[in-house]
């Protein structure tokens, strides 16, 4: 079973691939294969340059902000989905299940098959075993104890090769996963103090706009977050601090992450 599903997921690579190959030319192909499978032969050394001097190189593989938003577009996605189904699936649905463990169902498999699907590379690893780490955690209704889960990942990742503690691919990846993930919970008690304070009226049906702008305020947030709590590293081991980045960030790495992954991967 394990050889059946790599064997589909690679054949699932290659034809990405080589329809990508046929129909891209750089340096929208490199930026395609390296954005959407993490293949970073084909990116052209200027344009990693360019990247580099703004401040945004890391948008060019799959890094852990990366599968962290993907990951929250599709949990988010999935518990919104609930709404738009019929009232007797929906009734059937949730005498078995929360919208909360629907939707990590629904993110566990999705997260888990692009793992694969990007080369499962360390880094992505990483990021996916916080992320699986984060989802049990939900499931079993611990979703404050947010410390104890990236502790639990942090041991996971370390045991197999405690060197692995000292390398910048693993702190970037900690650190940006502990970043959304932090926002996020930060974000949620601060609505259910929110709505505990005006229990006594009736909460407001939001509208398609007031929920977008709450969804990109969501995404800036997490941007930013990531991107202080990732500077002293980038200062200490890189030696430079990519101030540029703290601007062009806030509207590159929502933008690939909840719009080009997803349309990359569709297309």
């Known amino acids: 079973t394990r050889e059946h599903i790599l064997g589909v997921v690679d054949r699932w690579r290659q034809t990405i691939h080589h329809a990508a ?39 060019l593989s799959i890094s852990g902000s990366h599968l962290g938003l993907l990951a929250l577009l599709i949990f988010a996605g999935a518990r919104w989905s609930l709404r738009l189904l019929p009232a007797f699936w929906l009734e059937w649905l949730s005498l078995r299940l929360t919208a909360t463990r629907f939707a990590v169902l629904i993110t566990l498999p999705a997260v888990s098959f692009y793992t694969l699907l990007a080369g499962a590379e360390m880094a992505t690893v990483r990021s996916w075993i916080m992320i699986v780490v984060c989802c049990v955690g939900i499931w079993l209704g611990r979703e404050r104890n947010l410390v104890t889960a990236l502790a639990v990942a942090a041991l996971l990742m370390v045991l197999p090769n405690p060197e692995a503690i000292h390398e910048i691919s693993f702190q970037l990846s900690y650190l940006s996963v502990a970043a959304i993930g932090l926002v996020v919970l930060v974000r949620k008690e601060k609505q259910a103090n929110l709505s505990g304070l005006d229990a006594a009226l009736p909460p407001p049906q939001p509208t398609w706009l007031a929920s977008l702008k709450h969804k990109l305020s969501l995404a800036w947030l997490i941007t930013l977050a990531v991107s202080l709590t990732t500077i002293p590293l980038v200062a200490h081991d890189f030696h430079q601090i990519p101030w540029l980045g703290l601007l062009t960030n806030m509207v590159i790495v929502p933008l690939v992450g909840m719009l080009m992954i997803p349309v990359g991967l569709l297309s």
């Open 21 to 59: 190959v046929s129909s891209l030319t750089n340096p929208a192909l490199g930026l395609f294969l390296g954005m959407v499978l993490g293949e970073q032969s084909y990116i052209e050394q200027d344009i990693r340059d360019a990247f580099m001097a703004s401040g945004t190189v890391h948008i």
